[in-house]
């Protein structure tokens, strides 16, 4: 069956210092990934789209890598800061439907 | 991008009751989408709709839910018979268009059913 991993429920990391989070899948051929960001009682927040064809995409601070034959996607926030205390999550997308993983909670530490 | 907007925001109802959810997109798009998140959960997506028809459905989204686009604008989720495990956040979400993939999610109306 298909399955969506996100390693590390949780990451704690000093201010300043990049967090990196993961993102692995089994019996899935994605046309893209997606990172989102949610808050606490808030819908989801679209971040970063990555396609099959892509080995990476940025923006600001914000990288993604998608490596298909590992079926892994990485995700980094550079010079991190408090306020990107939040749940990230991974999703694999087609045209009909977005399938989520369970989030990794990121907190960023003054 | 604007979200869209969901009313209401929390509705509390009684087993077996029928409860709508609204999803009022501000602006004229034809791709939509329900997602739920039980309390502490990962988000499941429940159904996509296109073109004032459903586009696909998730093993969730069984008899008791019906989705509508009424007035060419709200597009509604309708639990017919309410159960205690329907209770979760429940996310409209838009895509702008055919060649847009990313999604943006509305607030959420967070159901709790006694």
């Known amino acids: 069956s298909q399955k969506i991993e996100q390693n590390s429920e949780a990451l704690n990391i000093q201010e300043g210092k990049t967090a990196t989070l993961t993102c692995n899948y089994t019996?899935?051929?994605?046309?893209?990934l997606q990172w989102y960001r949610q808050d606490p009682g808030r819908g989801p927040v679209f971040l970063l789209l990555?396609?099959?064809?892509?080995k990476e995409k940025r923006k600001e601070r914000l990288k993604v890598t998608f490596d298909t034959t590992l079926k892994q996607s990485l995700f980094h926030i550079t010079a991190s800061q408090p306020a990107d205390s939040a749940t990230y999550l991974c999703?694999?997308?087609?045209?009909?439907?977005?399938?989520f993983g369970s989030g990794t909670q990121l907190t960023v530490l003054p | 991008e604007p979200e869209v907007t969901q009313t209401p925001s929390h509705q509390v109802t009684q087993m077996g009751q029928e409860v709508i959810l609204r999803c009022v997109p501000i602006?004229?798009?034809?791709?939509f989408y329900w997602y739920r998140q039980i309390l502490g959960q990962k988000v499941e997506f429940l159904v996509s709709f296109y073109n004032n028809e459903i586009s696909e459905k998730s093993e969730i989204f069984d008899d008791q839910f019906s989705v509508e686009r009424p007035d060419g604008s709200n597009f509604t989720l309708k639990i017919r018979s309410t159960k205690l495990e329907d209770s979760a956040m429940y996310f409209c979400a838009r895509k702008p268009g055919l060649a847009v993939d990313e999604q943006f999610f509305g607030p959420g109306t967070r159901l709790t059913v006694l």
């Open positions: 602006s004229n798009h034809l791709y």
């Open positions: 999703a694999l997308g087609s045209a009909r439907q977005l399938t």
């Open positions: 990555i396609r099959e064809n892509e």
């Open positions: 019996n899935y051929s994605p046309a893209y």
